[in-house]
């Protein structure tokens, strides 16, 4: 990378924070690579999408508060502080915990589900391709993670107009929730701090048209208008000179044939 990277013409990254962690790593100029955030907004229903009373009954259905999370199953995205957290909810000691993913430390999980006495308000049902159907259902989505890229789950969270409560991890959240503007950003490791944002979350009302519309900075449209700039550095002028010619070609024409 350290070779090859200050050959290349442009260099992009997911996220500003990947992009500043790339540059000290290959040694590049400050600013010298892009952020460009991935499309994940706008995408169509997928026809893989499972309904959540199908493999989440007890979780969706009845009175009760529904958090979720989702994620591998592996260290870097510490579910067990998350079950820590849940466990501790004084406010709201019905609600219960969807945690959609697979991995190594399931049995971990589960053992430290059945020590925090949450055993029977946790469920695990395991990996599903399209988490959208389970985040619209949700009253709160967490992000418990040590470091991410730009986590594609969270804009998805803010699609469905789901409130949020995220560590501030490198990298990613702080950027996608605006400085905290659009969800809370607890510090990581601090699971006091994370349950205390939870319980205040599941007790605020929220602007979910607002959550919506943030989602929308991540759309499939302006990822690629995003990398058209970097690509074809000019093409919103062609464009726009060709819709002018479109619509008044005698008057384009004209003005060429002038020029």
């Known amino acids: 990378m350290r070779w090859l990277f200050p050959r290349a013409t442009a260099r992009v990254a997911v996220s500003d924070g990947a992009a500043r962690d790339l540059e000290a790593f290959a040694k590049l100029a400050p600013g010298s690579v892009v952020s460009i955030g991935n499309p994940v907004t ?15 009954p007890e979780w969706l259905l009845g009175d009760h508060r529904r958090l979720i999370a989702v994620g591998s199953f592996k260290e870097q995205k510490r ?21 959609l993913g697979e991995g190594s430390e399931r049995s971990m999980l589960e053992r430290e589900a059945e020590r925090l006495g949450v ?29 991410e890229g730009l986590p594609t789950v969270l804009i998805e969270a803010l699609e469905q107009g789901c409130p949020v409560v995220s560590t501030d991890c ?15 950003l607890v510090p990581v490791g601090d699971v006091e701090a994370l349950t205390k944002s939870m319980e205040e979350a599941l007790c605020s009302e929220h602007d979910r ?21 970097l690509l074809v550095p000019g093409w919103r002028q062609a464009r726009l000179h060709q819709s002018q010619h479109d619509v008044h070609p005698e008057a384009a024409g004209a003005h060429s044939t002038d020029g």
């Open 209 to 229: 048209e607002a959550l919506k519309l943030r989602a929308a900075d991540f759309s499939v449209a302006r990822a690629t208008d995003a990398y058209l700039d």
């Open 42 to 56: 706008g995408l169509p229903p997928s026809l893989a999408a499972i309904a959540p009373a199908d493999i989440a």
């Open 79 to 99: 579910f067990d502080r998350l079950l820590a957290a849940f466990a501790s909810l004084a406010a709201h000691d019905g609600a219960r915990l969807l945690i």
């Open 119 to 147: 055993a029977d308000r946790v469920f695990m049902p395991g990996f599903v391709l399209d988490p959208r159907p389970f985040l619209a259902a949700a009253d709160l989505f967490v992000l418990s993670s040590d470091f």
């Open 170 to 184: 490198p990298s990613g959240p702080r950027e996608i929730l605006a400085n905290g503007r659009f969800g809370a």
